[in-house]
């Protein structure tokens, strides 16, 4: 039986099909374009929201969609807690206290002020609103961050401020406008005070019995392995609906305490979990953008004067900075990387659902002016995603706090052929970085200056030493097949399985030492095994790297070459390609390869004029 619509509306399922459309496809050309996808998916709501009106979440989806955003930024935010493994801060502990403890409370003093005497709210909106603005947006910092590579510290600073700081801004939100109520209407100071505190105790204490508890299920075997993400779903939604009926908005808080709990109780299966929630992830923010975007109402923006744009540039070039630099006194965090944090503040999905929410309900106990909460959250998110979105990875490289400007190489193994390799890369002016768990495989290495790291590059050891975000290939080419595998299948995730390779395996007749193919990285180069590049190096083989131009193309280095074997092709900007056997490139302004060439092969290294 069809389902009875307004006239004009949509079917609520052609509604949620153009939500997953829009923002999934606005997330790949932006990974196309190399744009920042928040960016795209804010147009991409506009358009069809406000602009054309062909979608409008309110009409087509109704009433449900208050609670399908309430419920995907509790996802969002326990996605987020699952990063924070209390291991991983190392010399950025400090900085995240400050921002937490003295930068949560400043920022809130700092926003509302900037909300009475730039926007011009009362005190009561304001002071509430101030409250949501301490949150920075994890939804926003975690695509960011993948985008412009940050070095580490700065990094984990942005990430672990966005993702504690997001549900106590909304709980401080909460707790002035418990104070608003008590001013207001009958409710007394008490009241309120036990509602308050009731609340964040039951969210505090649910949130870590839950993630304790799950963890401690997971880790004795009480659940199978094919339900763990199901039960891992159904206790999340369990505790965030039985938080937020004791108390609005704490279930955020419970959620971030469960993720938290999680991350560091050293579950064996905690990768897998990880990395379902992160692809749930994308999908909830996608959505949540885009509604959010469809449903805003342009009327309200366009009533803001001059005094929206006070406010915006106040918050991020006073309140921010000012918030910032006092958190960090005497912390020791180096002014280059304190000035980064202090003008990064984009924020995102968990403000504007915030600001809605008690936008509302102050209209209702008559504050006029809190209409325009919501539509000053909306401008003050547009505003930064862009501003920070097109400005962070260059404003970070001037400041000298990211990875190589071009992207480097990890070669995972220590022998003769990897040494001549990773030389060939530094010839052409790509970082390398050689890796081995065996330090005198490394010696070769170390005399002709590669960087080098000795141990597993799957350590705790080398995420807190190894810069990862400076390379963006990964090559696993030691005589251990089984560890090539693991590493590849591993490191495919973050790198991208189109990056990371490995050196070709040993034949083996028995299918009980065979290696599934569905894992593992892909091939390049010769094709040879191990033992097999060791030898054509010991019988003379080397790397070299030649130019390419119009006048000299592949086809003319292939013809004068036939024996060689093509490695990689580097582009304009160091960008680096390693292709497979007899694989076609397209000839360019500064292309360059690398190439494996028999022995006497060695005149003729540049084309004349190169």
Same mark, same amino acid.
């Given at each position: 039986m069809?389902?009875e619509?307004?006239?004009?509306?949509?079917?609520?399922? +052609?509604?949620?099909?153009?939500?997953?459309?829009? #923002?999934?496809?606005?997330?790949?050309?932006?990974w196309?374009?190399?744009?920042?996808?928040?960016?795209?998916?804010?147009?991409a709501? $506009?358009?069809?929201?406000?602009?054309?009106?062909?979608?409008?979440?309110?009409?087509?989806? #109704?009433?449900?969609?208050?609670?399908?955003?309430? $419920?995907?930024?509790?996802?969002?935010?326990?996605?987020?807690?699952l990063?924070?493994?209390?291991?991983?801060?190392?010399?950025?502990?400090?900085?995240?206290?400050?921002?937490?403890?003295?930068?949560?409370?400043?920022?809130?003093?700092t926003?509302?002020l900037?909300?009475?005497y730039?926007?011009?709210?009362?005190?009561?909106?304001?002071?509430?609103?101030?409250?949501?603005?301490i949150?920075t947006?994890?939804?926003?910092?975690?695509?960011?961050?993948r985008t412009?590579?940050?070095?580490?510290?700065?990094?984990?600073?942005?990430?672990?401020?966005? $993702?504690?700081?997001?549900?106590?801004?909304?709980?401080?939100?909460?707790?002035?406008?418990?104070?608003?109520?008590?001013?207001n209407?009958?409710?007394?100071?008490?009241?309120?005070?036990?509602?308050?505190?009731?609340?964040?105790?039951?969210?505090?204490a649910?949130?870590?019995?839950? #993630?304790?508890?799950?963890?401690?299920a997971?880790?004795?075997?009480?659940?199978?392995?094919y339900?763990?993400?199901?039960?891992?779903?159904?206790?999340?939604?369990?505790?965030?609906?039985?938080?937020?009926?004791?108390?609005?908005?704490?279930?955020?808080?419970?959620?971030?305490?469960?993720?938290?709990?999680?991350?560091?109780?050293?579950?064996p299966?905690?990768?897998?979990?990880?990395?379902?929630?992160?692809h749930?992830?994308?999908?909830?923010v996608?959505?949540?953008?885009?509604?959010?975007?469809?449903?805003?109402?342009?009327?309200?923006?366009?009533?803001?004067?001059?005094?929206?744009?006070?406010?915006?540039?106040a918050?991020?070039?006073?309140?921010?900075?000012?918030?910032?630099?006092?958190?960090?006194?005497?912390?020791?965090?180096?002014?280059?990387?304190?000035?980064?944090?202090?003008?990064?503040?984009?924020r995102?999905?968990?403000?504007?659902?915030?600001?809605?929410?008690?936008?509302e309900?102050?209209?209702?106990?008559?504050?006029?002016?809190?209409?325009?909460?919501?539509?000053?959250?909306?401008?003050?998110?547009?505003?930064?995603?862009?501003?920070?979105?097109?400005?962070?990875?260059p404003?970070?490289?001037w400041?000298?706090?990211?990875g190589?400007?071009?992207?480097?190489?990890? $070669?995972?193994?220590?022998?003769?052929?990897?040494?001549?390799?990773?030389?060939?890369?530094?010839?052409?002016?790509?970082?390398?970085? +050689?890796?081995?768990?065996?330090?005198?495989?490394?010696?070769?290495?170390?005399?002709?200056?590669?960087?080098?790291?000795?141990g597993?590059?799957?350590?705790?050891?080398?995420?807190?030493r190894?810069?990862?975000?400076?390379?963006a290939?990964?090559?696993?080419?030691?005589?251990?097949?089984?560890?090539?595998?693991?590493v590849?299948?591993?490191?495919?995730?973050?790198?991208?399985r189109?990056?990371?390779?490995?050196?070709?395996?040993?034949?083996?007749?028995?299918?009980r030492?065979?290696?599934?193919?569905?894992?593992?990285?892909?091939?390049?180069?010769?094709?040879?095994?191990?033992?097999?590049?060791?030898?054509?190096?010991?019988?003379?083989?080397?790397?070299?790297?030649?130019?390419?131009?119009?006048?000299?193309?592949?086809?003319?280095?292939?013809s004068?070459?036939?024996?060689?074997?093509?490695?990689?092709?580097?582009?304009?900007?160091?960008?680096?390609?390693?292709?497979?056997?007899?694989?076609?490139?397209?000839?360019g302004?500064?292309?360059?390869?690398?190439?494996?060439?028999?022995?006497?092969?060695?005149? #003729?290294?540049?084309?004349?004029?190169?």
């Amino acid at each position: 039986m069809a389902i009875e619509t307004e006239a004009g509306a949509m079917a609520p399922v +052609m509604a949620f099909a153009l939500v997953g459309a829009l #923002g999934v496809g606005s997330q790949w050309l932006a990974w196309r374009l190399r744009m920042p996808a928040i960016v795209l998916m804010l147009v991409a709501g $506009i358009l069809v929201g406000p602009v054309l009106g062909v979608f409008d979440p309110a009409r087509d989806i #109704g009433v449900l969609m208050g609670p399908m955003i309430s $419920i995907a930024v509790a996802i969002i935010l326990f996605e987020g807690g699952l990063t924070l493994n209390f291991h991983k801060l190392n010399d950025a502990a400090v900085g995240v206290k400050r921002l937490v403890f003295v930068g949560a409370p400043l920022g809130w003093l700092t926003s509302a002020l900037a909300l009475h005497y730039a926007a011009g709210l009362s005190w009561a909106s304001a002071a509430v609103f101030g409250g949501i603005m301490i949150v920075t947006g994890p939804t926003v910092i975690a695509p960011l961050l993948r985008t412009a590579r940050l070095s580490k510290r700065p990094a984990a600073l942005l990430q672990w401020e966005a $993702i504690v700081n997001d549900p106590i801004g909304a709980l401080a939100a909460v707790l002035a406008f418990e104070v608003v109520l008590v001013l207001n209407t009958a409710t007394t100071v008490n009241a309120a005070i036990m509602d308050l505190l009731t609340g964040i105790a039951v969210a505090t204490a649910l949130g870590g019995a839950a #993630g304790y508890g799950l963890a401690r299920a997971f880790k004795r075997g009480w659940v199978p392995e094919y339900m763990k993400v199901p039960v891992l779903f159904a206790l999340l939604l369990a505790v965030f609906g039985v938080s937020d009926s004791v108390l609005h908005e704490s279930g955020l808080l419970a959620v971030t305490i469960m993720g938290i709990v999680i991350a560091n109780a050293n579950l064996p299966s905690y990768t897998e979990l990880r990395r379902f929630k992160e692809h749930a992830t994308v999908l909830l923010v996608s959505g949540v953008f885009i509604l959010l975007a469809a449903g805003l109402n342009l009327e309200a923006v366009q009533k803001l004067d001059w005094r929206a744009v006070v406010f915006v540039l106040a918050v991020i070039l006073v309140a921010r900075p000012l918030t910032v630099f006092v958190s960090m006194l005497g912390s020791g965090i180096p002014f280059k990387e304190q000035l980064l944090i202090a003008l990064t503040g984009p924020r995102g999905v968990v403000l504007v659902a915030v600001a809605g929410l008690f936008g509302e309900r102050l209209l209702s106990l008559g504050f006029e002016d809190a209409g325009q909460i919501a539509p000053l959250a909306f401008v003050l998110v547009a505003v930064t995603v862009v501003l920070h979105g097109f400005t962070l990875a260059p404003f970070a490289r001037w400041l000298g706090l990211t990875g190589a400007d071009t992207p480097g190489v990890i $070669i995972i193994g220590g022998s003769n052929w990897t040494t001549a390799f990773a030389e060939a890369l530094q010839k052409a002016d790509v970082p390398v970085l +050689m890796t081995d768990p065996n330090f005198g495989h490394l010696r070769a290495a170390r005399r002709a200056g590669i960087n080098t790291f000795s141990g597993d590059i799957l350590s705790e050891a080398a995420e807190e030493r190894v810069e990862l975000v400076s390379y963006a290939t990964v090559v696993a080419a030691t005589d251990n097949d089984a560890y090539n595998t693991l590493v590849t299948t591993d490191l495919a995730p973050e790198f991208g399985r189109d990056n990371v390779f490995q050196v070709m395996r040993e034949k083996n007749e028995s299918s009980r030492h065979q290696l599934p193919r569905t894992l593992g990285g892909r091939k390049f180069g010769a094709e040879e095994t191990h033992a097999g590049m060791e030898r054509l190096i010991r019988d003379g083989w080397t790397f070299r790297v030649t130019g390419l131009t119009e006048e000299y193309s592949l086809t003319d280095w292939r013809s004068s070459r036939p024996e060689a074997h093509l490695f990689a092709q580097i582009g304009q900007g160091g960008d680096i390609r390693l292709i497979r056997k007899d694989e076609d490139i397209k000839n360019g302004k500064e292309t360059r390869i690398i190439a494996l060439r028999p022995p006497g092969d060695v005149e #003729g290294e540049q084309p004349p004029g190169y």
